[in-house]
């Protein structure tokens, strides 16, 4: 067996190198993604793993025997997936050893998020984690190495102001429909799906004077709650799309596997309505909107991926915090690496 | 040094011209170094050319003894005059952001313009309206109804430029600071039925001259602005309708404004002087 720690990687796809049309094949559902976690865990020679599914990344952290595992991971995967093997070639990347254990630090850290500096990946990998160790996933080597990169995050938060003059989602979404529609007090607002990031964004809105909300996802207990919440009304999703031309800021967020929402429906909307703009924030991955739909007079379409580069605007002005906090990363990452050897060691000689 | 100045309606228009440059530049310098926008500082700046061109109008209005519209120079000084008293109504009552900044460039530019073709301010005898009141709240309803589509250009300008930015997903710089495309729009549709409602009511005036007066009035003048008015007049229709809205409406009437703009011209040489009743009783030279 060769040094536990050399034969560490993560192989992914992410938002810097893959575009969301391409991300949006490899989505996952919370479920697919257990599923794949359990077989990966039972492939020959994978001893710890971990999958971590957002909305913009796919990571699959692994402790195998030799390193030469990824690429029969590279394997299983496509095949499970159902994939070409080239399409994820050309998008994916690898890290391994140190290299890795940097990159687990900088991810729950928030620097390699799409909207850097953001804290929600925190959360996300937490729950991943959290997952992957009730089920049995992760052993001694990788519970350490995600318990620290948390401690790690911590850290970077509160000694560098990463977090600070982070724009949220919701924000910019309220920004963007303050461009559009001015006052927000007469816009209806239809949330399309029960997703979290839907729901925040629905409450910034909600806090800039939007009165009337409504509420549609498939599965209607979901909505009545969730428009119950947010003092609005829960309508049935077989027949959102009759209505809606009542509505001006469309949120999508739903876990559907392909477009809700095509060219010809906004197209028969929009001519119910041709004087009103019609803004939709499409938060969902695989999207909810047909991108198409953006040629559509007087609608105005944002992706995630959109939101994000509005987001990072302000990038340049915190370049400065990112630097230093790679730096305190890098050493929490090296001194990690150390502790993690020292350990292999002392097992090894007893 | 001041005092050497003498106040003449030319000085005036020229201090105007300065002024309305000088907010538009520094409009431009503002936005160009993403300070915060100068709202007030522009409204005063605009507040002050406005009240030295009605100095100017006043003082040449005096010296001919009938509203200044005798000549393109005195056009372009009361049509950029009249876009700034349409600021002063629209900009503080429904505060559309940057309305300030591209007002001031516009009525530089006219108001500016207008000095660098010196052929323009060409003498005419005074009285040119003939004395008759009506003729002259007619050419005086008309230049006002330019003012109100010149500043409805400017709108559908702004509104162009806020939809290409949200289209396009830009998000800082200009963007920011304009109004949003359903004020414009909103602003737009109002304009454009004030604006049809001042032209008819000019041109209803002009047809009581004309009914009594057929061989003063040049044939091209009338074709080009009973043209402009049924042009302005279709897209209102078509508006109401909902026929023609957001972007075309407002490439529409950024096309008829520049197209108002190109008549001004030829319909200004065409225009012979009107005799006052005195010259009409004088007999022909041989």
């Given at each position: 067996m060769s040094d536990v720690l050399e034969s560490f990687f993560v192989l992914g796809i992410s938002h810097h190198s893959t575009p969301l049309a391409v991300r949006e094949r490899f989505a996952l559902s919370a479920a697919q993604t257990q599923e794949l976690q359990k077989q990966v865990s039972q492939q020959v020679g994978i001893r710890e793993c971990l999958i971590l599914n957002t909305c913009n990344r796919l990571e699959i952290y692994a402790l195998a025997d030799s390193v030469g595992h990824m690429e029969a991971l590279r394997k299983f995967f496509c095949q499970k997936q159902r994939l070409p093997a080239e399409l994820f070639r050309q998008y994916a990347y690898s890290h391994k050893n140190l290299e890795a254990l940097q990159h687990v630090l900088e991810v729950s850290a928030g620097l390699d998020s799409q909207m850097v500096g953001e804290t929600e990946i925190l959360g996300q990998l937490k729950q991943a984690y959290q997952h992957a160790r009730e089920t049995e996933c992760t052993g001694n080597v990788l519970n350490r190495l995600f318990e620290k990169s948390f401690q790690a995050a911590k850290v970077v938060r509160s000694q560098t102001a990463i977090t600070r003059g982070q724009v949220s989602i919701g924000n910019i979404a309220v920004d963007l429909a303050c461009r559009i529609f001015g006052k927000l007090d007469r816009s209806r607002v239809l949330l399309l799906g029960s997703g979290e990031v839907g729901e925040k964004t629905a409450q910034a809105l909600l806090s800039r004077g939007v009165h009337d909300i409504a509420v549609s996802s498939r599965t209607f207990e979901n909505a009545h709650k969730l428009a119950h919440a947010l003092g609005g009304a829960a309508i049935d999703f077989a027949d959102f799309t009759e209505q809606l031309e009542h509505f001006d800021i469309l949120i999508c967020s739903t876990a559907a596997p392909g477009p809700l929402l095509s060219r010809e429906v906004l197209a028969r909307t929009m001519k119910q309505r041709p004087e009103r703009p019609c803004f939709i924030i499409d938060l969902a991955l695989p999207r909810d909107v047909d991108p198409s739909v953006e040629t559509v007079e007087n609608v105005y379409l944002y992706n995630l991926d959109d939101l994000s580069s509005i987001a990072n605007e302000n990038l340049e002005a915190r370049k400065g915090e990112i630097d230093t906090a790679r730096t305190i990363l890098k050493k929490h990452a090296w001194q990690l690496w150390l502790q993690l050897r020292r350990r292999d060691l002392m097992r090894r000689s007893s | 040094m001041l005092q050497q100045i003498a106040m003449t309606d030319q000085n005036a228009f020229a201090i105007a011209a300065a002024i309305y440059g000088s907010s538009f530049l520094m409009g431009v310098i503002t936005l160009l170094?993403?300070?915060?926008?100068?709202?007030?500082?522009?409204?005063?700046?605009?507040?002050?050319?406005?009240?030295?061109?009605?100095?100017?109008?006043?003082?040449?209005?005096?010296?001919?003894?009938?509203?200044?519209?005798?000549?393109?120079?005195?056009?372009?000084?009361?049509?950029?005059?009249?876009?700034?008293?349409?600021?002063?109504?629209?900009?503080?009552?429904?505060?559309?952001?940057?309305?300030?900044?591209?007002?001031?460039?516009?009525?530089?530019?006219?108001?500016?313009?207008?000095?660098?073709?010196?052929?323009?301010?060409?003498?005419?005898?005074?009285?040119?309206?003939?004395?008759?009141?009506?003729?002259?709240?007619?050419?005086?309803?008309?230049?006002?109804?330019?003012?109100?589509?010149?500043?409805?250009?400017?709108?559908?300008?702004?509104?162009?430029?806020?939809?290409?930015?949200?289209?396009?997903?830009?998000?800082?710089?200009?963007?920011?600071?304009?109004?949003?495309?359903?004020?414009?729009?909103?602003?737009?549709?109002?304009?454009?039925?004030?604006?049809?409602?001042?032209?008819?009511?000019?041109?209803?005036?002009?047809?009581?001259?004309?009914?009594?007066?057929?061989?003063?009035?040049?044939?091209?003048?009338?074709?080009?602005?009973?043209?402009?008015?049924?042009?302005?007049?279709?897209?209102?229709?078509?508006?109401?309708?909902?026929?023609?809205?957001?972007?075309?409406?407002?490439?529409?009437?950024?096309?008829?404004?520049?197209?108002?703009?190109?008549?001004?011209?030829?319909?200004?040489?065409?225009?012979?002087?009107?005799?006052?009743?005195?010259?009409?009783?004088?007999?022909?030279?041989?």
């Amino acid at each position: 067996m060769s040094d536990v720690l050399e034969s560490f990687f993560v192989l992914g796809i992410s938002h810097h190198s893959t575009p969301l049309a391409v991300r949006e094949r490899f989505a996952l559902s919370a479920a697919q993604t257990q599923e794949l976690q359990k077989q990966v865990s039972q492939q020959v020679g994978i001893r710890e793993c971990l999958i971590l599914n957002t909305c913009n990344r796919l990571e699959i952290y692994a402790l195998a025997d030799s390193v030469g595992h990824m690429e029969a991971l590279r394997k299983f995967f496509c095949q499970k997936q159902r994939l070409p093997a080239e399409l994820f070639r050309q998008y994916a990347y690898s890290h391994k050893n140190l290299e890795a254990l940097q990159h687990v630090l900088e991810v729950s850290a928030g620097l390699d998020s799409q909207m850097v500096g953001e804290t929600e990946i925190l959360g996300q990998l937490k729950q991943a984690y959290q997952h992957a160790r009730e089920t049995e996933c992760t052993g001694n080597v990788l519970n350490r190495l995600f318990e620290k990169s948390f401690q790690a995050a911590k850290v970077v938060r509160s000694q560098t102001a990463i977090t600070r003059g982070q724009v949220s989602i919701g924000n910019i979404a309220v920004d963007l429909a303050c461009r559009i529609f001015g006052k927000l007090d007469r816009s209806r607002v239809l949330l399309l799906g029960s997703g979290e990031v839907g729901e925040k964004t629905a409450q910034a809105l909600l806090s800039r004077g939007v009165h009337d909300i409504a509420v549609s996802s498939r599965t209607f207990e979901n909505a009545h709650k969730l428009a119950h919440a947010l003092g609005g009304a829960a309508i049935d999703f077989a027949d959102f799309t009759e209505q809606l031309e009542h509505f001006d800021i469309l949120i999508c967020s739903t876990a559907a596997p392909g477009p809700l929402l095509s060219r010809e429906v906004l197209a028969r909307t929009m001519k119910q309505r041709p004087e009103r703009p019609c803004f939709i924030i499409d938060l969902a991955l695989p999207r909810d909107v047909d991108p198409s739909v953006e040629t559509v007079e007087n609608v105005y379409l944002y992706n995630l991926d959109d939101l994000s580069s509005i987001a990072n605007e302000n990038l340049e002005a915190r370049k400065g915090e990112i630097d230093t906090a790679r730096t305190i990363l890098k050493k929490h990452a090296w001194q990690l690496w150390l502790q993690l050897r020292r350990r292999d060691l002392m097992r090894r000689s007893s | 040094m001041l005092q050497q100045i003498a106040m003449t309606d030319q000085n005036a228009f020229a201090i105007a011209a300065a002024i309305y440059g000088s907010s538009f530049l520094m409009g431009v310098i503002t936005l160009l170094l993403r300070r915060a926008y100068p709202r007030a500082l522009m409204f005063a700046l605009l507040c002050g050319g406005f009240l030295i061109q009605t100095l100017g109008l006043n003082l040449r209005g005096a010296a001919i003894k009938a509203c200044p519209l005798g000549n393109p120079f005195e056009i372009a000084q009361f049509l950029a005059w009249s876009l700034v008293l349409l600021f002063f109504i629209i900009g503080p009552a429904f505060r559309l952001r940057l309305l300030g900044f591209f007002t001031a460039g516009l009525a530089a530019l006219l108001a500016g313009g207008s000095f660098t073709v010196p052929g323009w301010d060409r003498p005419y005898p005074p009285g040119i309206f003939g004395g008759n009141p009506w003729i002259e709240l007619h050419a005086s309803l008309a230049i006002f109804s330019y003012g109100v589509f010149a500043i409805l250009a400017l709108i559908s300008g702004m509104f162009l430029i806020q939809q290409h930015g949200l289209k396009k997903k830009q998000f800082k710089g200009l963007y920011q600071y304009l109004p949003s495309v359903q004020q414009l729009d909103l602003m737009a549709r109002r304009l454009l039925i004030t604006g049809v409602l001042v032209l008819s009511a000019s041109l209803i005036f002009g047809a009581v001259f004309w009914l009594n007066n057929h061989e003063l009035v040049p044939i091209f003048k009338l074709t080009a602005t009973c043209l402009l008015w049924f042009g302005y007049l279709l897209v209102l229709i078509l508006r109401l309708q909902k026929k023609l809205v957001t972007r075309r409406h407002a490439i529409a009437t950024i096309t008829l404004f520049l197209f108002a703009m190109a008549s001004l011209w030829p319909v200004e040489s065409a225009r012979e002087p009107v005799a006052t009743p005195a010259e009409r009783s004088l007999p022909t030279q041989p």
